[in-house]
């Protein structure tokens, strides 16, 4: 758990700089991290991210949600992103057979306090 919260503060740091590498690694990590120390990932995820690594345009990946199956979320360069996403489902078809769902989304400011009228 220590380990995660400054991964989160580290994380935090290397968004702010832009510091892409660092970023990705500390997905990584994150997902290495809940992969071996929480056990809640499988190996379907695992390979996803395992996958991911080896993709041009990817920044980081790991899994998200509850746990035990379910979700990878991946930052991936906007401009590659769109081909970036069909290599990594077709790489992944091919090793599994899983015709895994897949879908694009942009970043949102996040949320915010508003003052209701």
Do not use: N
């Amino acid at each position: 758990m220590v380990g995660e919260i400054a991964r989160v503060k580290s994380f935090m740091g290397a968004l702010t700089a832009a510091d892409w590498p660092t970023v990705g690694w500390l997905m990584h990590e994150s997902h290495r991290s809940l992969a071996e120390d929480y056990a809640v990932s499988c190996p379907e995820l695992d390979r996803i991210v395992a996958l991911s690594r080896g993709i041009p345009g990817f920044v980081g990946c790991r899994m998200t949600g509850g746990g035990f199956g379910g979700c990878a979320v991946a930052l991936v360069e906007a401009g590659r992103a769109e081909a970036a996403g069909r290599t990594l489902h077709d790489a992944y078809a091919r090793e599994t057979g899983i015709d895994a769902a897949w879908f694009l989304t942009a970043a949102a400011d996040g949320p915010r306090v508003t003052q209701e009228r």
